[in-house]
């Protein structure tokens, strides 16, 4: 009786180990398991977030695209093409109101939410846009920087701004047109480049 005890002791010391050393694997397992989970995790945050600021830019420079496509179709139906900065006081009767040396077209243009901006939605609504046209014949500034004010080489170009906003996200741009004659007016664009916001 008493030997069959010590057996069964021993035996148990036996197995104790074994069963210490499956459990600090499974342990070990776990914490491994959780390091990678928590990596993939912080990965997919940063992934999702790229994604968003991406879609953003993206939807902003469509709504610039859109609104410089407006000002054109504005100006072709005899209109100032501008829009959203009616009531802007930088902007009077389709001249830049303080020419600016060095800003494009010599126009300091609008901050967001100005006073006078008022941003118009996109259709689908997921974006906000001005725009402003100016007649480079007429608008007060030097813009080609020929020393002429208005001078003849600034006939039939006019220069298109628009900024769009999507959430926090905000895009510029700048295209010039040449207008020829006919109806509809054609416009033909000559350059196009984004601007700082
Ligand atoms: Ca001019």
């Known amino acids: 009786m008493g030997r069959r005890i010590e057996v069964r002791a021993r035996a148990k010391r036996f197995e104790e180990p074994n069963a210490g050393m499956a459990m600090l694997l499974a342990l070990l397992f776990i914490a491994a ?21 991406f879609t953003e830019a993206n939807a902003a420079l469509h709504a610039a695209e859109f609104a410089l496509a407006r000002s054109v179709s504005e100006l072709q ?11 802007w006081a930088g ?26 901006v008022v941003p118009v939605k996109t259709p689908d609504g997921g974006a906000e846009y001005w725009v402003i046209a100016l007649d480079w014949a007429s ?45 509809p007016r054609p416009f033909v664009r000559v350059s196009w480049r984004e601007l700082a916001p």
Do not use: F, W
């Not at 139906?77 to 900065?85: F, H, L, P, Q, T």
């Open 139 to 183: 608008d007060g500034i030097d813009n080609n920087g020929d020393g002429a004010v208005d001078g003849p080489e600034e006939a039939g170009i006019l220069g298109v701004y628009a900024a769009a906003h999507c959430q926090s996200t905000e895009r510029r741009v700048e295209a010039i047109y040449r207008a020829g004659e006919g109806q």
């Open 33 to 53: 398991a959780l390091a990678i989970l928590n990596t993939v995790a912080a990965r997919l945050k940063d992934d999702v977030r790229q994604s968003d600021a």
């Open 77 to 87: 139906a005899g209109r100032s093409g501008s829009i959203g900065v009616e009531q």
């Open 91 to 116: 902007l009077a009767g389709g001249e830049a109101a303080a020419p600016k040396t060095g800003m494009p077209g010599g126009l300091n243009l609008p901050a967001y939410g100005e006073a006078g």
